[in-house]
DNA sequence: AACTGTGAACGTGTTCACAGCC
DNA sequence: GGCTGTGAACACGTTCACAGTT
């Protein structure tokens, strides 16, 4: 099939979010989209969403535009969603167990099967469908259950630890949430969302484009 | 100051890391650093390091490298976290609250003021010293308190209205973890957060590289 | 006429390589 | 010698513009 050399991440990141708009047009029953309609509906250019989709094939009409159902499940194969993806949660905090009843995720065909935590207290209680694990099967487990997916949500100082098992596990992917970057072999995908550092661009965009709108704190005019 | 043009976002990320480099260096008493120490902490190259510190300024002694203490708040004036930031959270639901909580958060000097919800039974609720509040008063709250960040948990179909009464009441820029990315004025600094997109990357990211531990489900090997 | 697919032009961010300073 | 600061070379992603198809 069409497997081409090297996409680019911001390719792929659009692919998700034209997915979504055909998802969406599927559902009012639309035939056909315009690469400009598509664009339209991420912020983007038609040129843009062209380019993007022509890396994977030709899979609209010149004249016509795309065929929504057709491409909708292209993308669908494209981004592996194509069929139930099972995942893990290690660390299961606040923000763990958040990720793992995360009703999004549940959407796009990932489940959350277990978490896992260190903390013995924890160990059988419920999020949703899973239960909570000892951190010390985690490799056993993931191994077993042929999973390739794992949400990473421990505090930083535990996260190289958790990450271990998980490769010890033969994990495919780690979506990683915690303040490090854990060393794993390079044939493990690691993708790192790192919730400071966002906060702190952001305070940066702010600063730079216009002013706080108070600098100093209490001022009510 | 330094208050150079433009700077790309991916420099400012960087700079996030780079912080938090010199934070650990300065507790363990480093006094200078050099670029290439700096690189490996991050993954890049020194020569990457050197640029985007150059934008800001020469911090650094040709021959020695980079003064820790110095840099480290040089780095905190610029990404303008040198002083403490109250944020509220918009959708007191379990992401919401876990990010109210989150531990990094208040350490790098961000503080959850209040949380907001339109479940009147939610309202009264403590979450760490915040309350939750009725979405309603969003506006008033916000521009009373002078707040200028606020983080965006409510559900896609709540996430416009949430944010037009930040917008109304001030807000300077909004972290945004919905599925939807909110219209708002180009004054107002919005960064996104797709959780189901970076699952969906690394998800293409495994299939792409390398196979599926297991395509289909239930095999051990 | 409407719209796709794509080479070519452009812009932006990264890497190189070296001059300059300690 | 070690290391910074930076122009110049490079790589990569985006936009343009148009030939090609229905």
Avoid at 196 to 204: D, F, K, R, T, V
Wanted: proline share 5%; charged share 20%; glycine share 12%.
């Amino acid at each position: 099939m069409s497997s081409p050399r090297k996409v680019s991440e911001p390719t792929v990141r659009r692919l998700s979010t034209y997915y979504r708009t055909l998802e969406d047009l599927a559902a009012s029953g639309q035939e056909t989209v315009s690469s400009g309609r598509l664009a339209d509906a991420g912020g983007l250019t038609s040129a843009q969403v062209r380019k993007d989709l022509s890396v994977f094939g030709s899979f609209g009409v010149r004249g016509r535009g795309y065929p929504v159902l057709h491409l909708r499940d292209a993308l669908k194969g494209i981004l592996g969603v194509d069929q139930d993806r099972p995942a893990v949660v290690v660390g299961a905090g606040r923000l763990g167990t958040a990720l793992a009843s995360y009703p999004n995720f549940s959407a796009r065909g990932f489940h959350i099967v277990a978490l896992f935590d260190v903390d013995p207290a924890r160990v059988g209680e419920h999020v949703g469908d899973a239960e909570i694990l000892p951190a010390d099967t985690i490799s056993d487990w993931v191994r077993r259950h042929g999973v390739c997916l794992a949400i990473l949500a421990t505090p930083a100082e535990a996260a190289q630890e958790a990450a271990n098992r998980l490769v010890a596990g033969g994990i495919g992917g780690i979506l990683n949430f915690t303040a490090t970057t854990p060393e794993v072999p390079e044939s493990v995908n690691v993708r790192s969302v790192n919730l400071s550092i966002e906060l702190e661009g952001l305070c940066y965009a702010i600063r730079e484009s216009g002013l706080w709108e108070s600098d100093r704190e209490g001022g009510a005019s």
